[in-house]
């Protein structure tokens, strides 16, 4: 066995930004010939952010490794044309423009599957393609506000706060790719594809714990706990001398071993702290004698005592990602890339946590320059140098 799970899949990819290209991302993690479509010109909106001058974007880099790009003008009939003609080849064609757009540009999903019937079709939009906000313009924010997650993050005494790092729409992007994989996998049993419509809302939804499930069920609503556990203590951020830590107990074992490594192991056999619900009515008690003790130790010291070596139960310095580039467990595991580029220097990805058994190595390290493809995937379609050079002095690619 070798190669990659995906090898031999195509994906057509006209996605931009950050949702839609983390998606075939991973697809391209996993082995598949991922064709990135980008406006003639200027591409992915994404190719301009943090970078060296002059240099497309380091986001647009980790986002977008992996992938061939080619550019064509969807607007233009010989650029939907020259994109159909690739349809017939491919497996998926992924999008995630506002809902309707491929529609509105006379490339709608029966457009396409009338083509090859057997190519899946995945949309991700803001909102979907169905319900009163069908169409509506959406960012990370707003999924993440209106799929309530939002709602569930920061501090009692403070307003709502956004999961950092785009986290709505790496949720929507990560609900993407198992949608195409599922949808390719159905195609292959059922010998003809369906439709995939994801929406951003609907998948931060899903993933906000089991908040509404608890609230019809018996009344409760999920508030804003910080860094804590709603249903049980100590689980919790906390200041040591040179910096932070988090310590997790969600088991009365685990609460117990915590109190002995104190040197307070009566609390264990405290009637306010024996069970979940009753730590967890008492937490701001029981964090406060466990962040006095935290406090008057070193970060290293704590997880010493509380970690492997210890007291054996779940602590952790809280670390900033750039530290992580030398973290030695993430090396270890391969989480950790770095590629040479020909004019930025060197490049670092996040790995791919998706580790096969004797799965290759990714075929294409880097993210694609724009159009860098043209020639090999067009010419794929028949099209001489001079019909390529004739569709760029017209702008159709």
């Known amino acids: 066995m070798s190669g990659r799970v995906l090898d031999g899949v195509r994906i057509l990819d006209i996605t931009r930004v950050v949702a839609g290209p983390f998606a075939t991302a991973i697809l391209a993690d996993l082995g598949a010939d991922v064709i990135k479509i980008e406006r003639p010109g200027r591409g992915d909106d994404y190719r301009y952010g943090p970078s060296k001058?002059?240099?497309?974007?380091?986001?647009?880099?980790?986002?977008?490794?992996?992938?061939?790009?080619?550019?064509?003008?969807?607007?233009?009939?010989?650029?939907?044309?020259?994109?159909?003609?690739?349809?017939?080849?491919?497996?998926?064609?992924?999008?995630?423009?506002?809902?309707?757009?491929?529609?509105?540009?006379?490339?709608?999903?029966?457009?396409?599957?009338?083509?090859?019937?057997?190519?899946?079709?995945?949309?991700?939009?803001?909102?979907?393609?169905?319900?009163?906000?069908?169409?509506q313009a959406s960012y990370d924010i707003v999924a993440?506000?209106?799929?309530?997650?939002?709602?569930?993050?920061?501090?009692?005494?403070?307003?709502?706060?956004?999961?950092?790092?785009?986290?709505?729409?790496?949720?929507?992007?990560?609900?993407?790719?198992?949608?195409?994989?599922?949808?390719?996998?159905?195609?292959?049993?059922?010998?003809?594809?369906?439709?995939?419509?994801?929406?951003?809302?609907?998948?931060?939804?899903?993933?906000?714990?089991?908040?509404?499930?608890?609230?019809?069920?018996?009344?409760?609503?999920?508030?804003?706990?910080?860094?804590?556990?709603?249903?049980?203590?100590?689980?919790?951020?906390?200041?040591?001398?040179?910096?932070h830590v988090v310590v997790a107990t969600a088991s009365n074992r685990l609460f117990r071993r915590l109190c002995a490594a104190i040197a307070r192991p009566e609390l264990a056999d405290d009637e306010r702290f024996r069970s979940h619900r009753g730590r967890a009515a008492n937490r701001t008690e029981i964090n406060g004698i466990v962040a006095e003790w935290v406090a008057e130790r070193s970060c290293e010291q704590v997880v010493s005592l509380l970690g492997p070596q210890g007291a054996d139960i779940p602590v952790s310095i809280v670390v900033r990602p750039e530290a992580l580039a030398e973290d030695p467990q993430l090396r270890a595991r391969g989480m950790i890339e770095c590629h040479p580029h020909p004019s930025i220097g060197e490049v670092y990805f996040h790995g791919n946590p998706l580790q096969f058994s004797e799965a290759a190595e990714r075929s294409i390290p880097l993210a694609p320059g724009l159009g860098e493809h043209n020639e090999e995937v067009l010419g794929g379609l028949g099209l001489e140098p001079a019909d390529l050079r004739r569709l760029a002095d017209e702008g159709v690619i």
Request: charged share 25%.
């Open 144 to 243: 993440q506000a209106t799929g309530g997650l939002m709602a569930l993050t920061g501090f009692a005494d403070g307003p709502p706060v956004r999961g950092g790092g785009a986290l709505g729409d790496f949720i929507g992007g990560l609900y993407l790719a198992v949608g195409i994989v599922a949808g390719i996998r159905d195609r292959d049993r059922a010998g003809r594809a369906r439709v995939l419509d994801l929406s951003n809302q609907d998948a931060v939804f899903a993933a906000t714990d089991s908040a509404l499930t608890i609230f019809k069920g018996v009344g409760e609503s999920s508030e804003r706990v910080g860094n804590q556990h709603p249903f049980t203590a100590p689980y919790d951020c906390f200041v040591a001398r040179d910096g």
């Open 53 to 135: 001058k002059g240099e497309t974007s380091l986001s647009f880099q980790n986002t977008n490794r992996g992938k061939k790009s080619i550019t064509l003008d969807l607007r233009r009939d010989e650029g939907r044309e020259i994109l159909l003609q690739l349809v017939e080849g491919a497996d998926a064609v992924v999008e995630n423009f506002r809902a309707g757009w491929m529609d509105s540009q006379g490339l709608s999903a029966e457009v396409i599957q009338r083509r090859n019937p057997r190519c899946f079709v995945a949309s991700l939009s803001g909102f979907g393609r169905t319900g009163w906000r069908a169409g």
